[in-house]
Nanobody, 125 residues
């Protein structure tokens, strides 16, 4: 059972990136998925989650209106489209199963499965 994030890189402020979270060894479509990020020296931050069918999505206030989460269960992949990126978005981004089932904005991701390998996003001019 493994999740792996990919798609990070260096982007200028105002730019966009799309991250992918791919699963191996299990069917991603059975689970709600959460994206986290962690910047150097900072606490882990919950970014967004999506329900198992894709019908429910939640976002941290810091990314609302700029980030969009989606999933393609046929491809066993969850995506995080990040637009209008800011230097404060610089972090390593991780995905994990959301054991709270992406139910409430205040608690999504507070109980999660193991983090997969992260991907570094750097927003800088």
């Amino acid at each position: 059972v493994q999740l792996q994030a990919s798609g990070g890189g260096l982007v200028q402020p105002g730019g966009s990136l799309r991250l992918s979270c791919a699963a191996s060894g299990f069917t991603l479509g059975h689970y709600a998925i959460v994206w986290f990020r962690q910047a150097p020296g900072k606490e882990r931050e919950r970014v967004s989650c999506i329900g198992s069918s894709g019908g429910r999505t939640l976002y941290a206030d810091s990314v609302k209106g700029r980030f969009s989460i989606s999933r393609d269960n046929a491809k066993n992949t969850v995506y995080l489209q990040m637009n209008s990126l800011k230097p404060d978005d610089t972090a390593v981004y991780y995905c994990a199963t959301d054991l709270t089932h992406c139910t409430y904005g205040s608690t999504f991701g507070t109980d999660s499965g193991p983090w997969g390998k992260g991907t570094l996003v750097t927003v800088s001019s």
